[in-house]
Nanobody, 127 residues
């Protein structure tokens, strides 16, 4: 079992930056990738970014490419999401998720691909 704790959310103005952190604990040796999803008010959960835990592969939603950067620190079992040039439409609860290392193919954009989820951290961007 893996436990995930997100932090770093807050209230900012459009154009500002935030860095989210997600600390993983438990049976992290089986982690294949870690990613970020978000759920805007009144909308469904959507993909943001994912990074492989053993490599350097990253995936981004079109809406955040060039503005957000996902990174990892394996020694700390932590992933980060650096969010720059924030927009009102970035307002959401941001969730960290991990995928277990099973199989050889997967779709990083699908929430159902992930096995463990954090409680979320609120990001609010004013405009």
């Amino acid at each position: 079992q893996v436990q995930l704790v997100e932090s770093g959310g807050g209230v900012v103005q459009a154009g500002d930056s935030l860095r989210l952190s997600c600390a993983a604990s438990g049976r992290t040796f089986s982690t294949y990738a870690m990613g970020w999803f978000r759920q805007p008010p009144g909308k469904e959960r959507e993909f943001v970014a994912t990074i492989s835990w053993t490599g350097i592969n990253t995936y981004y939603a079109d809406s955040v490419k060039g503005r957000f950067t996902i990174s990892r620190d394996n020694a700390k079992n932590t992933v980060y999401l650096q969010m720059n040039s924030l927009k009102y439409e970035d307002t959401a609860v941001y969730y960290c998720a991990t995928k277990r290392k099973v199989g050889t193919t997967w779709n990083p954009y699908l929430p159902l691909e992930y096995d463990y989820w954090g409680q979320g951290t609120q990001v609010t961007v004013s405009s």
